[in-house]
């Protein structure tokens, strides 16, 4: 035998590093063959050695807590994420949100809590800074603690104020203490007042009948309260007194009286106290076939029929309410003719009808008064004077016919679509019947000695203590600076009188304080005094309500943003801020918001609704079904079809803007994206007086009768507002659209949706060329040529028991409160029989067809018409996605990713059901929820 050599090895080298710096790794060591075995030697072992090694998780340290706050969510994982909030007074000084990176370390350093300036309380005011005149006092208040770092800043720490202590100047700029000043319209002195009420009686006028007897009530107590009038009980020459004329009634609008109720107030009269004025406005009636209103020819009958008085000390008013322009049934009475009457009278004249008004930055004001004073109105029933007014052309012969005599006789017109559109109708009282009463209060006859006083003081100066002259033609004659003759009674050098003038409002000051809330303040200067009996001046200061931010620091503290998601602060710089403020909520991609996504800073500086959270959008494994836009071509055809009869004006107007933002609603939903797949527009016009109220093209400068928004607003500029139009028949301007405008068919690139919008505010006059067309015809052909129908008509619709501004075949829709939305939807919806035969001619017609329906008054109304638009164009975009949208039968995979694919027709019917969150069991869809309203 032989003895052949084993193996033989040397020894363990250290083991080697880990295979990775965190998670689950190895480690190898080696050890060398020393000598190689032969024969039958015994082999070598193994030469490498591994074992597992984890140096330390994969996971980022721990971050650390800032003193004054807190860690809300903490993710130490790669891509999660650690969020902070600071406690109250403090401010965060750094991000709010870590994210642990891919080498384990933090994108951002752990944040501080940086204290914010806290302020004691206010001390008291201190002395005046002059003994007369305009000074200032001041207040101070101590910093308990200091701000650092990124805290908030400190308020003021002193404040200003003006103070007045007594005037250094006295009354007007030019008379001293005791100056003798002889005055009318000083003081209330007016035992009475005449009130003569004319309204048009057509058929749209049953707000403005409704709001009088509010009114009238509302005025006999502004004017009770300074003394003019008597309450019930007085002697009949005592007491206020009112008549109401209307016109404008079919069959010969004439004008005509309303007497009191003689089994209330006896004896029947047509001028009567407040008690009796309800029973005579109860007779009014908004008359449905009302054409002709000639309010010259009802301003003449009320002259010439009611028994106002004659008698000294009373005062003689006028208030005119008409929606229309004057139709000159009279052609006798002319403009000078009316103003002569009323002027030689001593009437003032209020008009409430269709004209605007206009304040800086053309915000829309209630009325305007003979002095140029514009009144704004707010939705809590208060109102504020403003300068600078400018007045809009008015309906047709409108602003020259009323609202220029109305000021021309020192009195005041009012805008009749403002207090028609209800959100302001508390604060249109208000200003009508302040306005009124300082009116009624200047009429006088009365003179008086007036003492210029330093007791009664003002901003500015001493006034007028006035008391009623025992010789009203002496005080008279000098009132207007002239010397009363005793022997022959003549006034002898007296002056034309000259009415006080004074300046434009100056800017607003500063406010008052820099936080918290002040006052602003602006004044203007007399230019021209009062002499001779002129018209004394008016208010010299004005001030207003000015806020800044919190002076303490407090307000509404930063929500903090969902996981996946973000909050933006909208329309603000930082937190804390104050009540009314927004943050709106969003998620990442691949992720959807459970919740609200915005909120509001309340009043008690809580956000108005939870911070939301961000659900992924699909589970893993699961199937979905959803509605998606057809992946096809898609545009939209659209007929308008507009009444051009002459009330019209304000729709046609309305129309240029409309149709560009629908246009660009349809292509935000890929609908008409395409070059050759464009949206088309096609206008035709009917109800014009000739030739032969005939429906017509309105075709584009190419001559084209469908034509792509860049063509439309040429013509649509075409159409006129007819002031002869009689006979509107919507029914055969439908048929002539039909028969005249060439819709494109679908093909294999392009899917066309056709579809036609009517405005009318008139029912259906079957006109000559009508009269074989009825709804059933003109229902299936529209049906037959799959054209969706909306109409805009005189139908009114109650929503939530409110009035709305429209209605689907489903649900009902009205204006929002809320700043996020412009519209609510609510299926407790209920359509009113609409004007003549307007419900079945054409809101009927829209729904059956699958439309929507809309009320032209509520359109008319400028503070509704923003909410009515957004909510017509919404409606309308649903109806067309509607019909080109495809059931989508969608899978989540692992990943989270959504993948959907269109249903196939085998299984279109399973996907719908599942759409609608049921079973599709045998062939049939069950256990689908019962809807709700959105």
């Known amino acids: 035998p032989t003895c052949d050599p084993d193996c033989v090895l040397g020894d363990w080298t250290e083991w080697g590093a880990c295979s990775v710096t965190c998670g689950d790794g190895s480690v190898t060591r080696t050890r060398p063959v020393i000598q190689q075995p032969a024969g039958a030697g015994l082999p070598c072992g193994p030469l490498v050695e591994a074992e597992p090694c984890n140096p330390r998780p994969c996971v980022c340290q721990e971050p650390s807590t800032p003193a004054n706050g807190q860690r809300l969510t903490m993710n130490l994982s790669i891509g999660g994420r650690t969020t902070y909030q600071c406690d109250e007074r403090f401010t965060m000084n750094g991000g709010p949100i870590l994210t642990c990176k891919d080498d384990l370390t933090f994108d951002l350093s752990p944040p501080t809590c940086d204290p914010d300036c806290i302020l004691g309380s206010w001390t008291e005011w201190g002395a005046c800074s002059v003994t007369c005149g305009i000074g200032s006092v001041t207040r101070t208040r101590p910093v308990i603690q200091q701000p650092a770092g990124a805290g908030l800043p400190c308020g003021p720490q002193a404040e200003t104020e003006p103070c007045n202590p007594k005037p250094c100047v006295l009354c ?291 006034s007028f203590n006035c008391t009623e002259s025992n010789n009203q033609e002496v005080c008279k004659c000098r009132s207007r600076e002239g010397q009363f003759n005793q022997a022959n009674g003549a006034c002898e050098g007296a002056q034309d009188p000259v009415d006080c003038v004074v300046s434009q409002w100056s800017d607003f000051g500063p406010c008052s304080t820099t936080c918290d809330s002040g006052v602003a303040r602006r004044t203007r200067t007399i230019l021209t005094p009062a002499r001779a009996g002129g018209e004394s001046c008016p208010s010299l200061d004005f001030r207003q309500l000015c806020v800044g931010p919190p002076c303490d620091g407090s307000g509404c503290r930063d929500p903090g943003a969902p996981q996946d998601g973000e909050r933006t602060l909208l329309g603000v710089q930082q937190f804390p801020v104050q009540p009314g403020a927004n943050v709106r909520f969003s998620c990442n991609p691949g992720f959807q918001l459970v919740g609200q996504s915005l909120t509001f800073c309340n009043f008690d500086l809580r956000w108005s609704n939870p911070v939301p959270r961000c659900q992924a959008v699909c589970i893993p494994n699961s199937q979905n079904y959803k509605l998606e836009t057809s992946t096809l071509n898609v545009a939209a055809d659209v007929i308008m079809v507009v009444d051009e009869s002459r009330s019209m004006g304000s729709e046609i107007q309305w129309l240029k803007d409309i149709i560009p933002r629908f246009n660009d609603a349809l292509t935000n939903r890929k609908i008409g994206t395409m070059e050759s797949c464009r949206n088309r527009f096609a206008v035709v016009g009917f109800g014009r007086a000739s030739p032969q109220e005939t429906a017509y093209l309105l075709r584009s400068i190419n001559g084209e009768a469908l034509y792509p928004i860049s063509d439309y607003a040429g013509a649509v500029s075409a159409l006129q507002e007819d002031q002869n139009g009689r006979i509107e028949d919507g029914y055969q301007a439908i048929n002539f659209a039909i028969n005249n405008i060439p819709l494109r068919t679908s093909t294999s690139n392009c899917s066309f949706s056709r579809n036609m919008i009517l405005l009318t505010d008139e029912d259906r006059d079957t006109g000559r060329l009508g009269r074989s067309l009825n709804r059933g015809n003109i229902q299936s052909e529209l049906q037959r040529l799959r054209i969706k129908l909306n109409v805009i008509v005189d139908n009114t619709f109650q929503v939530d028991g409110v009035r709305g501004i429209g209605r689907s075949s489903t649900v009902g829709f009205r204006e929002s409160s809320d700043p996020s939305s412009c519209y609510i939807s609510s299926s407790a919806v209920v359509t009113g029989p609409g004007y003549g035969n307007t419900k079945n001619s054409y809101t009927d017609m829209a729904l059956a067809l699958g439309g929507g329906a809309w009320d032209i008054l509520q359109l008319r109304d400028t503070a509704i018409r923003d909410a009515m638009t957004c909510a017509i164009i919404d409606v309308k975009v649903n109806e067309i996605s509607s019909e080109v949208q495809t059931c989508q039968i969608c899978s989540c995979n692992l990943a989270g990713q959504e993948q959907c694919v269109a249903a196939t027709a085998l299984n279109r019917d399973q996907c719908y059901c599942g759409y609608q969150g049921g079973q599709f069991v045998l062939g049939s869809c069950v256990g689908v929820p019962s809807k709700c309203p959105c």
């Open 172 to 462: 007007e700029g030019q008379y001293t203490q005791n100056d003798l000043v002889y005055r009318v319209n000083q003081i209330a002195l007016i035992p009475s007042t005449d009130v003569l009420i004319v309204v048009d009686e057509s058929r749209s006028m049953e707000t403005e009948h409704a709001w009088l007897p509010n009114m009238i009530r509302a005025l006999e107590t502004s004017l009770n309260n300074l003394g003019i009038g008597r309450p019930l009980g007085a002697a009949a020459n005592q007491r206020n007194m009112y008549a109401l004329v209307g016109f404008g009634k079919a069959p010969d609008a004439t004008a005509h009286l309303f007497l009191s109720n003689p089994s209330t107030c006896p004896p029947a009269r047509s001028l009567y106290p407040v008690e009796c004025y309800g029973s005579a406005n109860e007779q009014l009636e908004a008359d449905p076939v009302g054409r002709v209103e000639d309010g010259y020819q009802a301003i003449q009958f009320a002259m010439d029929n009611i028994p106002w008085r004659r008698t000294p000390g009373v005062a003689h008013n006028m208030i005119f309410i008409s929606d229309e322009d004057r139709d000159v049934v009279s052609a006798g009475i002319t403009r000078d003719r009316i103003k002569n009457l009323l002027q030689d009278n001593g009437f003032i004249l209020n008009v409430v009808i269709d004209n605007k008004f206009y304040g800086p930055q053309d915000v829309q004001l209630l009325g305007v008064d003979h002095t140029g004073t514009g009144y704004l109105g707010q939705v809590i029933g208060s109102f504020s004077e403003v300068d600078q007014v400018r007045m809009g052309p008015g309906y047709a012969s409108t602003k020259n016919d009323y609202t220029n005599l109305a000021l021309e006789l020192r009195g005041a017109a009012w805008d009749i679509a403002i207090l028609r559109g209800g959100r302001l109708s508390a604060a249109f009282t208000n200003a009508f019947t302040q306005v009124k009463t300082a009116e009624i209060q200047r009429q006088t006859d009365r003179c008086s000695n007036c003492i210029c006083s330093a007791d009664a003081q003002a901003d500015g100066g001493g």
